[in-house]
């Protein structure tokens, strides 16, 4: 009698089943805009070429030490994720040495680290039932994430409005006043996944305002840095207003896609305390915490990272790969936008535009989504949500054509 | 080492009243203790010597990576196919295959029948916490199973820590290493496992026994499987240092063959960290073989589940290298060189440490230090005398008495040899 034997068949997860049933299709004009990586104009995933040049570097490099990395994971790294990316070089709250990191598998691994620590020591000691929201939509693996790191209430805060295809300004204030104090708010820090609608910097301001009259803990989620608008520092905005407001919180940092390392497995938690003995305390727990889950965490990615942060040329020459893949995305949505107000295609479609990141919510609805999948091939998400680097010159006419078929002919 | 029933985890300490706008949230989070390796760095003393790290050392006392590996990996690196892309969220197909490989032989009648399930994760500790969350998650006796985790005595210290973080508090041990026998003893072993609850999971080595290099005989797994079976337990094998026994892969997994030939449902961990000189690379598979294969689809989908909440997905490097070079067979042929005399190194140093403390008349029976195998090696000094040795002799060893015998070379042997001699007559 097997211990296994009833075990329940768990769903697939969406995107992936999507990717999944894209390989199956034949159809010579198909189109996945479905997974979020960066794609070429030629649909082939991107080397950015200063990673494939500090590769190099690193399997040339004779000196290089082959132990376990500390738990905490490769220290130059670390410190360069938040002062290179991040928080910025010149950051007060690194000067004053309150700020920290744990290099994580990937931007999953430092969200649940952070979880795992959150759920054991704030707000009380192994305080389950503290809140945590996460916006309305989402990224499906946040809810995961808390979840399994033993939080028991997971709730929305408003965040699309699907009437006006923009934020909910007035929701999410809302939310936050009405939050009970302490709760934990996931903040994407620019590039809403799966939105890509962020808040202005006005509308910042005053989530911060309520959410430090409130007392509630800011755990953003970076995993597009560089990527949403091209610019490192204009992404980093509002981490960096939160700072310099003077909370404590984490962000959770993914390098997958700006650095196109996703198969390395390159994220880091950046931790910002209140003071350096604090940092003290909270790391010592988190080595305790990232032991008991992958204990050392991988080299490569972080060796390639870091080594590219910590030198000028190569820093610039990154900065300049990133604003390749930011621009053309922005191309695709200006592109885009334009052939569907060329095709009459009723509806608004500036939000096409204004949205920023990898992802548009188009606002199709789930019966247009599927006629898109169905016949015409073209794969996206049952929320409307699609990767604009699935598109490029080759598919962008009869990606805007199936929009414009799938709105007139699909109510 | 934790005692039945014990929480090793959080302090139970109070919050100190609300955080407000002033106060550091996190006040109730306390720093922990230091480490043998902190005192190792804090000593002073020029002739010091720390026989208590992970990783094989060269003669030279450094870490390396094998030859072919740094080969491999500039051709990798080379390679226009590789793209850049998420990998599966059980890694790479080819190294699953090979990992499995390798611990069940190439022609196991449980892969045939595919029962059997291969997750690459992202090295040992990874594997060994993916396993503890399945077994909490599908326990089909009481949905809130918990345990008890049988544990050797001694076991690598981090173990406990994995199976609580998985939720599972009931953490037991069962008797292994004995002191005077300087061995494992296995009528306790017997004994301890014999009042084991039924559904307990039994955590054991399956070779290269970390700390203690102790490792089982055929007979004594014929004897404890038989137990298994008839007390209902589920086994969990841990292959930490696949290879570094014998040099080979799968004679290093014989256990997990034999156990799977008897028709057990069990879990391995495996690591390729050592065999590969890849531990920066995290580098790590969990097997799951399954009594029918009618489970294999709920139980791939339940464990998909769990690895997209812990970390999404591995990363791939040391997987493609470790893929390489076991789908190669001239490759094959190199690494096991390589292997070997990592393997023969160890086995030289045991050989040559017994025959010291015999010329110095050291008291006690040494053989021990060559029956035991891998890079561990249990020496049976007590705790008194593996403090004596760090304290004024400036020689590192776990609190066990257990150290890596890689670590002692032609520049510390001397010291080595003699500091032990002085602690056992002491």
Redesign the interface.
Known sequence: ?????????????AVFQLTADFRQDSHPQKVNLG?G?YRTDDC????LPV?KKV??LI??DDSL?????PILGLPEFRSASASKVALGDDNTAIKENRVGGVQS??G??AL?IGA?FLR???????NTATPVYVSAPTWE?HN??F???GFKDIRPYHYWDAASRGLDITGLLDDLENAPEHSIFVLHACAHNPTGIDPTQEQWKKIAEVM?RR?L?AFFDSAYQGFASGSLEKDAWAIRFFVSE?F?LFVAQSF?KNF??????VGNLTVV???S??L???L??M???V???????????ARVVSKTLNSPELFDEWKGNVKTMADRVLLMRDQLKAKLQALGTPGTWDHITQQIGMFSFTGLNPKQVEYMIKEKHVYLMASGRINMCGLTSKNIDYVAQSIHDAVTKVQ | MSRPGTSLD?K????NGD???H??????????TTTLLSAYDKDTHTGKVYLAG??YYSEEGK???LRLVGKI??QL?ADPTL?????PSFGLTEFTRRATEAALGKSSRAVVENRVLGIQ??????AV?LGAEL?R?????CPDWCGPVYLSSPCDD?LP??F??AGIQDIREYYYWDDRQRDVCLEKLLEDLERAPE?SVVVLSASAHYPTGADLSQHQWAVITQLIMRRRL?PFLLLPAQALCSGDLERDAWPVQYCASQGM?LLCAQSF?HCF??????VGHLLCV???NC?L???R??A???V???????????AHVVATVLSNPAHLVEWHGEVRRIVERCMLIRNILKERLRLLGTPGCWDHLTQQGGLYCCTGLNGQQVEFLSQRRHVYLLPTGCLNVSAINGRNLDCVAESIHLAAIG
Not at chain 1, 291 to 301: A, H, V
Not at chain 2, 12 to 15: A, D, K, L, R
Not at chain 2, 137 to 141: F, G, I, L, N
Request: proline share 8%; aromatic share 10%.
């Open positions: 009698m097997s211990i296994f034997s009833d075990v329940p068949q768990a769903p697939p997860v997974v990586a082939q995933p991107w080397v990673v590769e190099r399997v040339e030490n082959h132990e376990y990395l598998l990937g999953t691994g649940r795992e054991r020591w704030y707000n009380g000691v192994n693996n995961s994430v979840t399994d790191a430090k007392n803990f003077g404590e997958s196109g390392l996703y198969n390395e497995r305390a209140q003071d003995d604090s003290t305390r909270i010592s727990q080595e305790k915490i032991r008991t889950t992958w204990s050392n965490p991988p080299s490569q990615g | 959080e139970g300490v109070e919050p955080p407000g706008v106060l550091p949230l996190f006040t109730s989070a306390h720093p922990e992970r990783e870490t390396f990576e990996k500039q690196s793209r850049p892309e998420y990998p994760t992202p090295g040992f500790t990874a916490r077994l998650h599908w326990h089909d006796v981090s820590g994995i609580q973080a559904r589920f449902e960290s000189g890849l531990y920066g690379a995290a399954l009594k029918q489970l689809s709920s139980v989908s339940q998909d589940e769990v997209r909440s812990l970390w999404a997905e591995p990363s791939v490097g040391g």
